[in-house]
């Protein structure tokens, strides 16, 4: 029991596959996942601070590293799914935050419990740290989607997880770093082209709306 165990739950995470049950080129892990998002949230947030806007690194770093642990109780739950209706959204939720809980309580040290219930906790919060989370996490899960699409995946799931990613970047198109990437890091995406081009492109240009142009 302990920080023993904890450290082994670590290697646990490259275990489970994202989106599971489901026909994949590349697997990605949530362990992989994390550390993408940590990344792809390091650079959003230096777009940040370039507009001046303040950023608490140390809080965006802990945000991005952490968010996804409690998929060690629970595993991967397809986006589709997870969002369904907003009770089901609600009640997994309460899942992992109590076995989340029970695992802080019997194994991490009680000087340090309260640090990792924060650190643990949802991230995706109305902080500007929380929305550069809550982007970065959907720009891989594009990257991801778009990905399979782009090999040519017939499961017709990942059209689906691509729509519903756009959609929630685009949600936070007040932030600088959002605007970059839908004027600067998309368009070159969508410039490599996929076997069901005209039908990602399409579903871009709808979500996107004339603010954005694609070619």
């Known amino acids: 029991m302990g920080i023993h165990n904890y450290f ?3 290697s646990d995470l490259e275990g489970i596959n994202r989106c599971p049950g489901k026909f994949k080129y590349q697997e990605h892990s949530v362990a992989s996942h994390s550390f993408k ?9 230096t777009v ?3 507009h001046g806007t303040q950023i608490d690194w140390r809080k965006l770093y802990e945000k991005a590293i952490n968010h996804d642990y409690p998929e ?3 595993g991967d739950i397809k986006t589709p799914v997870k969002y369904a209706t907003p009770e089901l959204k609600s009640l997994l939720s309460q899942v992992e935050e ?3 809980k029970k695992f802080i309580e019997e194994e991490i040290p ?3 419990q ?13 902080s500007i740290e929380g929305k550069i989370l809550a982007v970065a996490d959907k720009i891989d899960l594009l990257y991801e989607s778009f990905g399979e699409i782009q090999k040519g995946n017939p499961e017709p799931l990942f059209p689906e997880i691509y729509e519903e990613a756009l959609a929630t970047i685009v949600h936070y198109q007040e932030l600088h770093c959002v605007q970059y990437f839908l004027e600067s890091i998309l368009p070159e995406m969508l410039e490599e082209g996929v076997i ?3 039908q990602i492109n399409k579903v871009s240009k709808q979500i996107l709306g004339k603010k954005v142009t694609i070619v």
């Open 37 to 45: 998002v940590t990344k792809i949230a390091q650079f959003l947030g």
């Open 72 to 74: 060690l109780f629970t």
């Open 196 to 198: 069901p081009y005209s």
């Open 98 to 100: 109590a076995m989340t």
């Open 114 to 126: 309260s640090i990792y219930e924060l650190r643990f906790s949802e991230g995706k919060d109305e």
């Open 48 to 50: 940040e601070e370039h």
């Open 8 to 10: 082994k739950s670590l």
């Open 110 to 112: 009680p000087e340090f």
